[in-house]
């Protein structure tokens, strides 16, 4: 099982055991500029929404599944890549 799927899988369960006091969730992200790279006009647009991911990006998804407005959320694996799990074609 690779690191990914022991953490979905680690969320799932834990999802189930400490419902309903506790939400359980997990964010898989993708490819994301931590500004250690040079990234080239090629590496954004291979990504379907048109750039490669950003810190922000993950820090905003994490805040909202945080939030009362994500409470129905739990047991819940967020890919988030900009969509390249769909497109399946990497340069």
Known sequence: MSGKGGVVALTHALALSLGPQVRVNCVSPGWIDTGKA????????????????????????????????AGFATGQNYV????????????
């Open 38 to 69: 040079k990234l080239s006009r090629a590496d954004h647009a291979q990504h379907p929404v048109g750039r490669v991911g950003r810190t922000g990006d993950v820090a905003e998804l994490v805040a909202f599944l945080l939030s009362d407005a």
């Open 80 to 91: 988030l890549d900009g969509g390249m799990t769909r497109k399946m074609i990497y340069v």
